[in-house]
């Protein structure tokens, strides 16, 4: 290879070398990384490619983040490399350029400024961390993951997300196995099972007692923190299974068993990187109910029973209206206007439902009620609030909800019908559009209260 120019353009690059290849008119697949603060993040992008005389010339067009981007290699006819060498495992780097603002720095300044961010990487990451003043030993910690496809390794400051290869959930499988070979009855289920995904946590140099009980709780505690925020951010019931702490002096390794492995949801690409770097760092220093929160939401998320989750998702909503100390406050409608009773005097928030509905109505009073919430029957938030409130009083008092039948019911109150009518059925499936945005409401609550308090920091 000889000259290697990145020109940018918007969010676009054209990239020109000088290469030994005949000429050639068509796609090439570029490798390139993005490198954040804290992770790197692998990409293969496809782009128009010529070569005439040895001079390469690709260009890509404008779909690409601002940002320090890595060019690794170049690859034509699917696997013909003629610029650079992709590698099997990890990448390396032929060059760095900047998209964004102007920079009048050189390729090869910011070239050598990822591996002095590199260098800061691993620093921070192997500061000494945990008992500083009680501890004697030194213990590297791991969690095992369960239901978390990190896409790739990801630090927070001074813990490390590494995704490993899929599983087979063969515990279950050899049991169940097992139990079907002992009555005689030939049976393979673990032949049958479906791959899961998982990652690991790492911290390194954790000071600890010697027998590592701090380095152990300390693992666990962290490594929650992690997997309850990746939860919130993609869907998902992320659980540790085992966490294990290394004696760095000993070599001796101890392993704790939290909960056998079981096929998991994939984790979307989604926000792994900055957001949850930030309020893992904030929840790490804050002493806060927003542990509880997204400890709360993660077991209803993981609840098989609709009504159950209603039931769950709901007492969150009372949970963060009580820290919030909205019981007693005065009652107005959406746009703030007081509620008075017929003798003029100002109502006060007495009850779970209203102040709920003050919780909502203080964290997105800019938009409009009949806007923010749309679905058959329903026509406002209040409308909204009470069909969820009567699911969750149906599951608590009576175990059932008529909504999810179809048999046919005497409905004594207007929320009783509008309960039924905002059921919506699709080929003889129940389709609970309100469950769904219930749902999408508590997590974006939490994720407010979280930036919130980071802004106020």
Known sequence: MGVLIVESFGTGIVIKATVDHTDYNGTCQIELVHVYDWYDVHMINSANCTISNGCLCAEMPETLEKGLYLLCSIVIN??????????????????????????????????????????????????????????????????FVKNMNAVASIQYGDIEVIPFNEYKALSESKMIDAFFTGKGI????????????????????????????????????????VANLFSLSNHDNCQIISTVI???????????????????????????????????????????????YIKLFNKAEAETDALATYFR???????????????????????????????????????????????????YSSNNSRDFIKMPSITNVKEF?????????????????????????????????????????????????VLTRLELLVREMIYKIIDEQILVQ
């Open 385 to 433: 609030l009470s069909v969820c409130y009567q699911r969750r009083c149906c599951y608590a008092h009576r175990g059932v909800c008529d909504a999810y039948t179809n048999r046919k019911i005497n409905c004594d109150s207007e929320v009783k019908k509008r309960c039924k009518a905002s059921m919506v059925t699709k080929r003889g499936k129940i389709n609970d559009q």
């Open 186 to 225: 030939p049976f393979d289920y673990s032949s049958n099972l479906k791959t899961g995904y998982g990652a690991f946590i790492y911290m390194k140099n954790v000071l600890s007692d010697e027998k590592g009980e701090f380095a152990k709780k300390f693992i666990q505690e962290r490594a929650g923190i």
């Open 78 to 143: 699917d696997n013909e490399e003629v610029l650079g060498k992709r590698e099997k495992e990890g990448f390396s780097v032929l060059t760095a350029f900047y998209l964004g603002d102007d920079l009048d720095v050189s390729q090869q300044v910011l070239h050598d400024s990822y591996f002095e961010l590199l260098d800061h990487r691993e620093e921070v990451f192997s500061d000494i961390k945990g008992d500083i003043e009680g501890g004697t030993t030194l213990f590297d910690c791991y969690a």
């Open 313 to 363: 998702f709901w007492t969150l909503l009372e949970v963060m209206a009580e820290t919030n100390g909205i019981i007693g406050q005065n009652m107005v409608e959406w746009d703030g206007t007081p509620i008075f009773s017929k003798k003029g005097k100002t109502l006060k928030i007495e009850n779970n439902l209203d102040a709920v509905f003050e919780l909502v109505r203080i964290k």
């Open 246 to 292: 290394h004696n760095l002096a000993t070599n001796v390794f101890s392993i704790n068993i939290n909960a056998p492995i079981y096929q998991g949801n994939l984790l979307r690409l989604a926000d792994q990187g900055f957001a949850i770097r930030e309020k893992y760092l904030y929840l790490l220093e804050n002493d806060t109910n927003l542990n509880v």
